[in-house]
């Protein structure tokens, strides 16, 4: 399995961004694609996920998101989304996909994912 993440830059606050996360190697539709981010010396921090086909394909966000990033999929293309709007400062992270098929209580957790990209790097200036 494969996640090849991209998108991120240098914006400035109030602009807007999108991210995608490529997968290869799996069955796209059947997996929990979730985006998660991280500052240096902290743990990795929920953003966004999109649940499996089955699951109804439906999205949570975290409270600090929820209205500005909209995460989306596109199955013909094994291709997850995440459109990043009124971006803030503290909205700098370096920004990770990652796909999993975990229990529904755990797909916040960083730790319920098994796969994840390398990375893409968000930076937002005041």
């Known amino acids: 399995v494969q996640l090849q993440a991209s998108g991120g830059g240098l914006v400035q606050a109030g602009d807007s961004l999108r991210l995608s996360c490529a997968a290869s190697?799996?069955?796209?539709?059947?997996?929990?694609m979730t985006w998660f981010r991280q500052l240096p010396g902290k743990e990795r921090e929920f953003v966004a996920t999109i649940r499996r086909r089955s699951a109804g394909g439906t999205t949570d966000y975290a409270d600090s998101v929820k209205g500005r990033f909209t995460i989306s999929k596109d199955n013909s293309k094994n291709t997850v989304y995440l459109q990043m709007n009124s971006l803030k400062p503290e909205d700098t992270a370096l920004y990770y996909c990652?796909?999993?098929?975990?229990?529904?209580?755990?797909?916040?957790?960083?730790?319920?994912?098994?796969?994840w990209g390398q990375g893409t790097l968000v930076t937002v200036s005041s």
């Open positions: 990652a796909a999993g098929v975990p229990a529904l209580s755990a797909r916040f957790r960083a730790s319920a994912y098994r796969h």
């Open positions: 190697g799996l069955t796209f539709a059947d997996y929990y």
